[in-house]
Structures are given as C-alpha cells and as structure tokens.
C-alpha cells in the first residue's frame, strides 16, 4: 500500500465511518419499489412468505426498513449538516 492510503485509513474515525452509514441508508430509502425494485424482482410481496431468510430476502427487509424510517434519517441528515456547517 502506498502511504497517502495507509495515511486515509489511519484518518478515518468514528465520524466519517458514521457519515458514510448514513449516506449508504440515504441511498437505500430513495429507491422506488415500482421503477426500481420490481422490475428486478425484489419486490416485497415476492419475499414475504417464508423465503426471507435468505440473503436476498434480508437485503431486501433492510431496504424497506430504511424507507419506513425516512423521518428519522431526515432528523439525522440535519444534525449531521448542522454539525458539518459548525465545526468546518
């Protein structure tokens, strides 16, 4: 590894590691279950029988447990601004 990313990772803390989750449930909470997910076939409906144990089917619950929480993210994306906005 070269030293500019040995010197990123040692860089990185809590914060950034925190920002980057949040970005990440950003990105799952926006997607739209009728462009996006059924036409790939992971629709909800096709996952809630008893075939949710599978990867597919987690990935899929964590998805829409993201878009059921929008208000909390919301709340988390200001703090996070604010946050950014004092401290530089």
Do not use: H
């Not at 009728?34 to 964590?62: M, N, V, Y």
């Amino acid at each position: 590894m070269s030293k500019s990313i040995t010197k990123l990772i040692k860089d990185m803390g809590l914060w950034t590691l925190l920002e980057g989750c949040l970005l990440i449930a950003n990105a799952l909470a926006i997607l739209n279950e009728d462009r996006f997910l059924a036409p790939r076939g992971w629709s909800f409906s096709e996952f809630s029988g008893g075939r949710t144990k599978s990867f597919k089917g987690q990935l899929i619950g964590l998805i829409y447990a993201t878009q059921y929480l929008r208000v909390p993210l919301i709340l988390l994306n200001s703090i996070c601004i604010i946050i950014k906005l004092v401290s530089g």
